[in-house]
């Protein structure tokens, strides 16, 4: 039974850096896509960054702010979030791709069918 136990959420100011774990559990994530999703109220829920085998992708919202990256020693995925901007406040999940993910769909949530139970980041300006 696949597992995601999600941490290190919190409040940061614009400017600042969080970083968020997630612990793997039941999955082969070195093989599959992996990665962290988020939603605020009332939109829908956007991918963030996923690892898929050897590649990355992100939002270009996040590309070159944010920044996955995983410890298979411990079986736990990080997503790196630096320069953080107010617009990043949400609920961040982090999620397991239970179907093949084609090209292209890597940040979309329709793959992943595992979710942990969220994390909220707040940033304030």
């Known amino acids: 039974q696949v597992q995601l136990v999600e941490s290190g959420g919190g409040s940061a100011q614009a400017g600042g850096s969080l970083r968020l774990s997630c612990v793997v559990s039941?999955?082969?994530?070195?093989?599959?896509?992996m990665g962290w999703f988020r939603q605020v109220p009332g939109k829908e829920r956007e991918g963030v960054a996923t690892r898929c085998g050897g590649f990355t992708y992100y939002a270009d919202v996040v590309r070159g702010r944010f920044t996955i990256f995983q410890d298979n020693a411990s079986h736990t995925l990080y997503l790196q979030m630096t320069s953080l901007k107010p617009e990043d406040t949400a609920e961040y999940y982090c999620?397991?791709?239970?179907?093949?993910?084609?090209?292209?769909?890597?940040?979309?949530?329709?793959?992943?069918?595992?979710w942990g139970q969220g994390t909220q980041v707040s940033v304030s300006s």
């Open positions: 999620a397991a791709a239970t179907r093949p993910v084609p090209r292209g769909g890597a940040l979309s949530p329709r793959y992943f069918g595992v």
């Open positions: 039941g999955y082969t994530y070195s093989t599959n896509c």
